[in-house]
């Protein structure tokens, strides 16, 4: 069972990485990595102990990005702690 949560979270962070899951919250959209050339960093954004699923992560990073005037994100780290459902994430944002 673990092993298959391991590989199922590994799975996600792929596809988040090259865009291939994509959210979005009012104004702000997720970018793969390909989107993001031509665009200008603002900043990013760290947060520890998010608890809930993948889609939950990532609609608190997008409210987030959101809030800083961000136009654009990009996870780039996200990493499930020891208890499961509940996250470490950093993305950068872009104007």
Do not use: F, H
Not at 5 to 31: F, P, W
Not at 73 to 92: F, G, K, L
């Amino acid at each position: 069972m673990e092993l298959t949560m391991k590989r199922s979270l590994a799975l996600t962070t792929l596809l988040l990485s090259v865009g291939l899951i994509t959210t979005s919250a009012q104004s702000t959209d997720n970018a793969c990595a390909d989107r993001v050339t031509g665009l200008n960093e603002i900043g990013l954004i760290s947060v520890n102990n998010i608890s809930g699923s993948v889609q939950d992560v990532e609609r608190i990073i997008a409210l987030k990005a959101d809030e800083q005037g961000a136009s654009w994100y990009r996870i780039v780290q996200m990493q499930e702690n020891q208890n499961p459902d509940n996250w470490r994430v950093q993305a950068i944002i872009y104007a």
